[in-house]
């Protein structure tokens, strides 16, 4: 998986409108704890918005360089974007990945003058398992604590937000050990000062099922937090990351809905 993610990465068109302007930037002594940054080639007159994708492999796959393209993706569409790495499963598990998460966002918000960012507009997004990430830190008090109200809004495409009880080897290897197991789940911190969601499926995703994104959107908006559910006829589970790739944007406007909604909740 990793080998073929990297090789459609490395084939892919690149956006000319983006370049990468930082590799293997450190939040932490592990070799995972890294991340890229992505910027636009033109320069705007004043600061970015900043969003950190998450990318997904049931928490024990993947790698920042064969999602270069989300990198991209982003930064051509005037943001300042940031890939990064998190421990993986089986060496570590929940909640490993939250806390890599969490200091990545610490790390990129640090560093958000050095790429022309502005830290207290900043975006999560993230797919499949990187999309609980994503949701995980924008619900979750705990993993942001001070900092949670730069956060503007965290988008999930094809993300797990309610998977109890645990019936897949996936989330048994992940989460099997965590001691309270309603707190793995971000659909039970939903709360009226949750950031505005963003939740994009796929009607041919068969990997994660579409209650997630609708169940996850009517608790949040029912608290009284903004959510709203963007579903793409002719994607499944894979094809809601690769729509980001130029040569796929074609299929379905994943890329357009993303900055429509990260440009709004930036404004």
């Known amino acids: 998986m990793i080998s073929r993610l990297s090789a459609f990465n490395a084939l892919m068109p690149k956006d000319f409108g983006a370049r990468r302007a930082a590799r293997a930037l450190r939040f932490g ?3 995972r704890q890294a991340l890229d940054v992505y910027v636009p080639r033109r320069r705007p007159s004043g600061p970015l918005p900043l969003v950190l994708f998450f990318y997904g492999g049931n928490w024990a796959a993947g ?30 598990r929940f909640p490993a990945f939250l806390e890599d998460g969490a200091a990545a966002l610490r790390r990129l918000r640090q560093e958000a003058g050095r ?15 990187g999309a609980y990430i994503a949701s995980m830190l924008a619900l979750d008090p705990q993993w942001l604590g001070p900092e949670r109200p730069a956060l503007r809004g965290f988008a999930g495409l094809a993300g797990p937000y309610d998977f109890l009880p645990l019936d897949t080897a996936a989330t048994r290897v992940a989460f099997g050990k965590a001691e309270d197991l309603d707190a793995t789940q971000p659909i039970n911190f939903v709360s009226p000062d949750a950031p505005p969601a ?7 995703d068969r990997t994660v099922a579409l209650r997630h994104s609708r169940e996850l959107a009517r608790r949040l908006e029912a608290a009284g937090a903004e959510a709203e559910v963007r ?10 990351a690769t729509a980001l790739a130029l040569p796929f944007r074609r299929r379905a406007p994943v890329l357009a809905d993303l900055a429509s909604f990260i440009a709004k909740v930036c404004a």
């Open 63 to 92: 790698m920042r360089q064969g999602y270069g393209f989300a990198g991209r993706a982003l930064a051509s569409r005037g943001f300042v974007a940031a890939v990064p790495d998190y421990r993986l499963v089986p060496e570590f």
């Open 198 to 204: 963003l939740l994009l499926h796929g009607l041919q």
């Open 231 to 240: 579903l793409y006829p002719r994607l499944g589970h894979v094809g809601m």
């Open 29 to 31: 002594d592990h070799p």
């Open 115 to 129: 790429f022309g960012a502005d830290p207290a507009r900043s975006v999560v997004v993230g797919h499949s398992a």
